[in-house]
């Protein structure tokens, strides 16, 4: 057994099973993931508060309790989660605690999208935005970088890239491609069929 495979048998040994964590940046891709692994069987962990809108039609997979880990980590829903797919954006990542496996989809789409997706969302909700500014790019930039650096190098994460463009052009391939990494016991078909090319009206 390679030794990756036999420390990650006895870390859910230790800790139980690992909880799915869809990640990236706003705006990259991570609801319509949170939507395939839906379709696939995974239990999303959502609490409905934010509801579907023109930017996501579908819903936007979110879960309240989730910003609060940048204050203290209330262990108790993790613990629920188990199993389940959540939600969280890449700068909260490294608040996660060790004593837990987690399965991470990492969501990675061009900045230019992610910025141009950002501000449109943002405007149809009437709020003023500053995403076009070089501070807010090397923000994101910075934020991206670092997770994925920390991802690496913590060995409670098991990490899947995923680019977003990658998916909407072959999601069969993609679905294929989580069903392995998440065990093999989830509908690829079902998970393709969720991809909508009509949905990604932010090109670079």
């Not at 509801?51 to 989730?66: F, I, Q, W």
């Not at 199993?83 to 954006?89: C, D, F, L, M, S």
């Not at 069969?172 to 009206?201: C, I, S, T, W």
Request: aromatic share 6%; with cysteine.
């Amino acid at each position: 057994m390679p030794l990756a495979t036999a420390r990650r048998a006895l870390r859910r040994a230790r800790y139980g099973h690992p909880i799915v964590v869809v990640s990236g940046l706003p705006r990259s891709g991570t609801s319509m993931m949170m939507q395939m692994l839906e379709a696939g069987g995974v239990e999303p962990m959502t609490d409905g508060v934010r509801t579907a809108d023109e930017s996501n039609p579908k819903g936007y997979y979110e879960l309240e309790r989730v910003k609060d880990l940048e204050e203290g980590v209330d262990e108790l829903w993790l613990r629920s989660a188990r199993g389940r797919a959540v939600k969280i954006i890449a700068f909260l990542m490294r608040h996660l605690p060790e004593n837990f496996n987690y399965k991470v989809i990492l969501m990675d789409r061009k900045l230019d999208e992610v910025l141009a997706s950002q501000t449109k969302m943002l405007t149809s909700l009437g709020e003023m935005t500053e995403t076009e500014d070089p501070r807010m790019r090397k923000l994101f930039a910075d934020s991206l970088a670092r997770t994925k650096s920390m991802l690496a190098f913590r060995p409670c994460f098991e990490v899947l890239h995923v680019k977003y463009h990658s998916v909407i052009e072959d999601g069969r391939k993609h679905a294929d491609e989580l069903n392995r990494f998440l065990g093999g016991q989830l509908n690829a078909e079902a998970m393709a069929a969720v991809v909508n090319p009509e949905l990604y009206r932010n090109r670079g």
